[in-house]
């Protein structure tokens, strides 16, 4: 798939001179969910904010589907729709009547047929006449979304879309990000959970201080950094590991009681077996045997402290 966002070596410096983005560079291809991960401060809100033009950067370039975020303002953001943060909804509107001024807002023509679509496809057709203070929590979100749809954008940024959410709700969002996608719509949402991006997308950035530390897809990623590891624990604790048992994949454990031994689930040989007859020629006696499988959580923790190192 082509790339439909390309961004070129991305600065953001706020007025008290605070660096937000320091060279951020990634091309967002047509009709992928990217999710951007990171902690809190990391930059996200801000490197959404300045593709939509909301602030300008201070360095470096942005173009949407061939328009330059800055000298082609309007045809770039013409292709964009934002769902941003928070609940920002007229109350006493109707549901109908938001969408179709969202989309007179962006000069389109008034087109009904499309209106329509869009509520049938965010399930708010039965919905369309109601006041927006009628509506729960997930039906404003889901207006949120049908407002940014409105122009029919070809690119969907989500700012935290289901920040402070329910569970099911939360699967709610989950299913509506998919059917977007599976009408053609690109897919850049931001979240805090880990979770979130292992459910739903298909490559995920990993930002932190205004970095992005790297982007990769999502089954790459975890199959190169998603390490298994066994431990083998022993009857009585030792100092250090046997001279016959050194090797880059065995660590002791802190209190000398465990045996830690880390192997690619993938490889044709685990060298499990080795190891276990390893372990009894050297004369230690195991108690229990464990093994666990590093998550995207474990690795994005590790990706960020490596950075804050
Ligand atoms: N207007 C501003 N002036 C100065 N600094 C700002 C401004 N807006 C944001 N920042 C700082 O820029 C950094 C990045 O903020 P941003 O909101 O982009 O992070 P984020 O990754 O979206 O965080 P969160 O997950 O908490 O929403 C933070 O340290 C923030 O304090």
Known sequence: MPDIVKITDLRKAYADGFEALKGVSLNIREGEI???LGPNGAGKTTLISTICGITTGTGGSVTVGGFDTVNDYRGARSMIGLVPQEINLEPFEKVISTVRFSRGLFGKPKDDAAVEKILRQLSLWDKKDSQIRALS???????????ALAHEPRVLFLDEPTAGVDVELRRDMWNIVADLKA????????????EEAEAIADRIGVIAHGELLLVEDKDTLMSRMGKKQLVVQLTQPIDAIPDSLVSDALTLSDDGHALIYSYDTRAERTGITKLLSDVAAAGLVLSDLETSQSSLEDIFVDLVKEDAA
């Open 34 to 36: 990217l999710a951007l």
């Open 137 to 147: 929590g997930g039906m404003k979100r889901r207006v949120l979304i049908a407002k």
């Open 183 to 194: 009408s053609g719509v690109t897919i850049i949402l931001t979240t805090h959970y880990i």
